[in-house]
C-alpha cells in the first residue's frame, strides 16, 4: 500500500511538475508586466457636450477602443483632442489612447456620465502624473532609431544656444530680415536654425514656409519640377513676428543631397502681403553642417 501511494505520488508529481512549472512562469511573466504598466486617465464623458483634453505637444495618433467614442483633432489646434460619446448611455467602460509629436503614449479609460464633472483636461498642468500616465518609449519611422524626445532636446539646445553661424545666408527687404542661422547634422537628419526680424511697425503675419530642392537657374515654368522637402518636427509653431521683434525657430529636415546644379531654396510667405523672403542655399553651404554627435544630453 506504501508503495503503490508512494507510486501515486510519484506520478503525479511528474504529471503536475510542468504545470506548476508554467505557472509559475506565468505568473512571474504577469509580474513583469506589472511593473512596465502605464496607469491611465480617468475621464467621463456625455452625449450632449464636447470634451476638451489638451496636450503638451502636437497629437500624432489616436486610438478608440469602441465605437461608443467619436473623437478628432480641433481645427488649428493641433494639441487638442474633442471626444464625446457616439450614443447616449452605453454602460461597459472604454478606453482610448494617443501619440503626440514628442513620442508620448497616453492611455485614457473612459465612462458615461449624464453630468460630467470636467469637460477640459490641460495635461500640461498635471507634470505631476506623467511620469505615471504618459510613457516616452515611443519611435517614429521618420525619425529611425532616434527617439522624439532627442530630436526634441537638440532642437531646444540650438535654440536656446541661438547662435549664428552661417552669416551669409540671408535675405532683407520691406524692414524684414530672413536667417539661415546655422545648420546642424545628428543621426543622418539635418536641423535648420532660422529667424524672422521685423524692424517695421507693422506685424507680419506668417502664411506658410517651404524648403524645396531647386535647379539653379531656371524659369518660373520649371517650378513644378522642384521637390519639395517637408520638415519632420520645429521646435516653435510658425506664429507671426510683432512689431520690431524677432522669432527664431528649428526645423528638423529628413536627410538630402545637393548637387553643384542644385539649390536648397528656403522661403517665408506674409499671409495677405507681398514681403516674402527667400533664401538659397547652395552645395557647399551645406557642406558647412555642423555635426551634433559630442553633446551630452540627459533624456
Keep these: 500500500m506504501k508503495k503503490l501511494l508512494s507510486i501515486t505520488a510519484t506520478l503525479l508529481a511528474l504529471l503536475g511538475g510542468p504545470c506548476a512549472s508554467h505557472a509559475q512562469n506565468f505568473e512571474n511573466g504577469i509580474t513583469s508586466l506589472e511593473m512596465?504598466?502605464?496607469?491611465?486617465?480617468?475621464?467621463?464623458?456625455?452625449?450632449?457636450?464636447?470634451?476638451?483634453?489638451?496636450?503638451?505637444?502636437?497629437?500624432?495618433?489616436?486610438?478608440?477602443?469602441?465605437?461608443?467614442?467619436?473623437a478628432g483633432k480641433a481645427e488649428d489646434a493641433g494639441n487638442v483632442l474633442r471626444i464625446k460619446a457616439s450614443r447616449p448611455g452605453f454602460e461597459e467602460e472604454t478606453n482610448?489612447?494617443?501619440?503626440?509629436?514628442?513620442?508620448?503614449?497616453?492611455?485614457?479609460?473612459?465612462?458615461?456620465?449624464?453630468?460630467?464633472?470636467?469637460?477640459s483636461y490641460d495635461l500640461l498642468k498635471m507634470r505631476s502624473a506623467l511620469g505615471q500616465a504618459a510613457s516616452e518609449r515611443v519611435l517614429f519611422e521618420d525619425l529611425a532609431d532616434s527617439p522624439p524626445s532627442l530630436a526634441g532636446l537638440l532642437m531646444q539646445v540650438i535654440?536656446?544656444?541661438?547662435?549664428?553661424?552661417?552669416?551669409?545666408?540671408?535675405?532683407?527687404?520691406?524692414?524684414?530680415?530672413?536667417?539661415?542661422?546655422?545648420?546642424?547634422?545628428?543621426?543622418?537628419?539635418?536641423?535648420?536654425h532660422t529667424e524672422l526680424q521685423n524692424s517695421t511697425g507693422i506685424p507680419f503675419r506668417t502664411d506658410f514656409m517651404t524648403f524645396r530642392?531647386?535647379?539653379?537657374?531656371?524659369?518660373?515654368?520649371?517650378?513644378?519640377?522642384?521637390?519639395?522637402?517637408?520638415?519632420?518636427?520645429?521646435?516653435?509653431?510658425?506664429?507671426?513676428?510683432?512689431?520690431?521683434?524677432?522669432?527664431?525657430?528649428?526645423?528638423?529636415?529628413?536627410?538630402?543631397?545637393?548637387?553643384?546644379?542644385?539649390?536648397?531654396?528656403?522661403e517665408v510667405f506674409e499671409k495677405y502681403g507681398n514681403r516674402n523672403q527667400s533664401i538659397h542655399v547652395g552645395f557647399s553651404d551645406l557642406l558647412k553642417a555642423q555635426a551634433l554627435d559630442g553633446l551630452k544630453l540627459k533624456y
Design 36 to 70: 512596465g504598466r502605464l496607469e491611465a486617465f480617468e475621464m467621463q464623458v456625455t452625449y450632449g457636450k464636447t470634451t476638451h483634453v489638451i496636450f503638451p505637444t502636437a497629437i500624432r495618433y489616436v486610438d478608440l477602443g469602441s465605437d461608443n467614442l467619436a
Design 96 to 119: 482610448f489612447s494617443v501619440i503626440t509629436d514628442d513620442g508620448r503614449f497616453y492611455a485614457f479609460n473612459v465612462c458615461y456620465s449624464q453630468q460630467p464633472q470636467v469637460l
Design 159 to 192: 535654440h536656446t544656444r541661438d547662435r549664428r553661424t552661417l552669416k551669409h545666408l540671408a535675405s532683407k527687404s520691406y524692414g524684414i530680415t530672413f536667417a539661415v542661422k546655422g545648420i546642424y547634422t545628428h543621426g543622418g537628419k539635418f536641423y535648420f
Design 213 to 266: 530642392v531647386a535647379d539653379k537657374k531656371v524659369g518660373r515654368r520649371a517650378v513644378a519640377q522642384d521637390r519639395v522637402l517637408v520638415p519632420l518636427r520645429s521646435y516653435m509653431p510658425l506664429d507671426d513676428v510683432g512689431t520690431r521683434s524677432k522669432k527664431a525657430n528649428v526645423f528638423l529636415l529628413d536627410y538630402f543631397t545637393l548637387s553643384q546644379e542644385k539649390e536648397l531654396v528656403v
